[in-house]
């Protein structure tokens, strides 16, 4: 069967519990038209890019699935009439990656910016750098 992978934004008001309740649902629906879920994470609330719905954050969830297109269309069918989801993304994948997905890993393990290391090492802040001495402005005019 197909593989694929989904991303739910549910609305910011649901409790966690009401959030993750949402991936079995959804989970269920895959398994009742022959597929399976794989692997399911909760990411928890983020803020959005822009606002959905007059919402600024919502609940993410993200699904690993091995099922036939007919489940997932059914699926997002669903995902989409159901008032909790903003927001539904299915991608087709050659194969799933090993592991937490990314959003899950932690910090030092995706290579994120360490502590004011992230500009590297600019030394004495009155140096100009290789862009060497300007001279006085006013005699370009």
Do not use: C
């Amino acid at each position: 069967m197909p593989l694929y992978e989904h991303v739910l934004i549910a609305r910011q008001d649901l409790s966690n519990a009401q959030a993750e309740g949402l991936i079995e649902h959804f989970g269920t629906v895959l398994a009742d038209n022959g597929g399976k879920v794989v692997e399911s994470e909760y990411w928890g609330v983020k803020t959005m890019a822009y606002k959905i719905n007059k919402n600024r954050k919502g609940h993410y969830a993200y699904l690993r699935t091995d099922a036939p297109s007919a489940a997932v269309a059914e699926m997002e069918r669903l995902a989409r009439l159901h008032d909790d989801v903003m927001r539904v993304m299915s991608l087709k994948v050659e194969k799933h990656e090993e592991g937490p997905s990314v959003q899950m890993q932690k910090r030092d393990e995706r290579g994120e910016r360490g502590d004011r290391g992230d500009r590297g090492d600019r030394g004495d802040r009155g140096d100009r750098g290789d862009r060497g001495d300007r001279g006085d402005r006013r005699e370009r005019r």
